[in-house]
């Protein structure tokens, strides 16, 4: 078990557990957090899973922990590990079971006033639009070939078949669509569960949020996303529902055989991994590339029919119903990107599990307008708290393998908040306060609780001491929706 005395202080933000603490790492660990999130850390296993992940074979740098750590499946949640490519291994653990889990956020000119009143009407008209739920169907059901399309295609399948825009697309990582995905890799059942779930939100931590835009702390960024004080946002937090599931539990099972067969010692059997260059690597990574584009065309889906909700409850009522998109990230996904480590540009295999891509400013992939300023990163807080609008670095992009945290973090379990939290009472604080809210159910409102989580103000101001973040905007809620 770590302990704080293992670690050696570099910051008030940064902490680092050198190879020495133990012979089998191949790099240190370097955590970025402040006393208080580390000891509020010691209750659960990520720092000795962040350990564990630093004994995979090929790792180059640092195994990277951010401040919303919290114990996962093999890799802690908040991890990133970057592998040498071809010849490193790609572990599912370290990406994820919700591939390309995500937040996209859209913008409007509504000012906060003008919408109050409809308010309860406009969360009755996104519930209805939006599906949530454990195995909820969505509006759209595809046939094995269209589903082929859309794990190919991506939000390009959505921009082809009238439910996005060129700029959606334009906004969001990777354009929408991460080449190299190969339907042929996903196994029946992962089709059974994915055929009839795009364009639904699922349930957990997953959610859509109508947000008011409360402090603006970069007005020349903000005006560029069209960031406006006082107006109206929303977020759609969710990813790959089922399939994206099915795909990690079915490489699991079948990594467990290929660490036998190419020798690969483990302190973990939830680390299994497979090389790289390996038929299994390379299924592995066509195969959650499939999950990563369903999870894109997903939350496209999702913001067409948040555009519906918004005509629905406001058209004719309010000057300017229109949403326009911020951005769209990804939180759970393997990139393979070319990084500076140790004065050498290498390409690797960025596993992000819990943690935002955050390249800063000249990233050539990013939409013109966003290149001067960096990345865009957006950062929601638990349900009934304050969520964020961040920017990559310079120093993102040099020292955390251009990544950041992705969310307030948990510091209770899902079974925890149920005991502790009752759902109906929560409902009641959220309204008392003026939060509208919708959920499908009261125990799972209670297990999302803002009580089960850490303060995502303090996750913030971490990130952002160390340089790996700067702050755009804090957006509060007015509304939410949850299966």
Not at 182 to 193: G, L, N, V
Not at 389 to 416: I, K, N
Request: proline share 5%; aromatic share 6%.
């Amino acid at each position: 078990m770590v302990k704080i005395s293992d670690l050696v202080k570099i910051s008030d933000y940064e902490w680092e557990i050198p190879k020495s603490a133990n012979p089998k790492m191949q790099v240190p660990v370097r955590i970025f957090a402040t006393r208080r999130l580390l000891e509020m850390a010691m209750v659960d296993e990520s720092l000795q899973q962040a350990v564990n992940s630093a004994m995979l074979p090929g790792l180059v740098g640092h195994v990277l922990v951010m401040p919303d750590m919290h114990q996962g499946y093999g890799f802690p949640i908040g991890g990133v590990a970057a592998t040498r490519y071809p010849d490193g291994v790609i572990s599912p653990g370290g990406i994820g079971y919700d591939i390309n889990c995500g937040v996209r956020l859209l913008a409007s000119q509504i000012d906060v006033d003008e919408v109050a009143p409809f308010l309860e009407e406009l969360t009755v008209a996104l519930d209805r639009n939006c599906p949530s739920g454990v195995g909820k169907e969505g509006h759209i059901r595809l046939t094995d070939k269209e589903l082929d399309e859309v794990c190919i295609h991506g939000s390009r399948w959505a921009l082809k078949n009238g439910y996005a825009t060129q700029s959606d697309l334009a906004r969001t990582e990777e354009s929408g669509c991460v080449d190299g995905a190969d339907p042929q890799t996903i196994s029946k059942r992962a089709r059974e569960r994915g055929r009839d779930q795009l364009g639904t939100l699922g349930a957990g931590n997953h959610f859509l949020e109508v947000d008011l835009i409360e402090q603006i702390f970069d007005p020349k960024a903000a005006e560029v996303m069209g960031l406006k004080e006082g107006c109206i946002a929303v977020q759609i937090h969710c990813g790959s529902r089922g399939f994206g599931h099915q795909i990690c539990s079915d490489y699991v099972d079948e990594f467990q055989g290929a660490v036998k067969r190419y020798g690969i010692q483990l302190p973990d059997r939830e680390l299994v991994c497979a090389p790289l260059n390996s038929p299994e690597g390379q299924r592995y990574l066509k195969a959650m590339r499939c999950a990563a584009n369903f999870a894109f065309a997903n939350r496209q889906i999702l913001a067409y029919y948040t555009r519906r909700a918004f005509e629905e409850a406001l058209a004719g009522k309010v000057k300017n119903w229109h949403l326009h998109q911020v951005y769209d990230i990804a939180h759970n996904m393997g990139k393979i990107e070319v990084h500076e480590i140790d004065g050498e540009r290498l390409k690797v295999c960025v596993h992000r599990k819990g943690a935002t891509r955050a390249f800063g400013p000249g990233f050539e992939d990013l939409p013109p307008e966003y290149r001067p300023i960096g990345q865009p990163v957006l950062v929601p807080g638990s349900m009934g708290t304050a969520s964020w609008v961040l920017l990559g670095t310079e120093e993102s992009t040099r020292r955390s393998f251009a990544s950041t945290c992705h969310g307030a973090g948990r510091t209770m379990s899902r079974a925890q908040a149920k005991k502790k939290i009752w759902g109906e009472e929560l409902r009641n604080a959220l309204r008392s306060r003026g939060i509208h809210v919708r959920a499908g159910s009261l125990s799972g409102l209670a297990e999302e609780a803002p009580e089960a989580y850490k303060d995502v103000d303090d996750v913030v101001e971490t990130v952002v001491g160390a340089g790996i973040a700067r702050k755009v905007a804090r957006l509060v809620p007015l509304a939410v929706v949850k299966g």
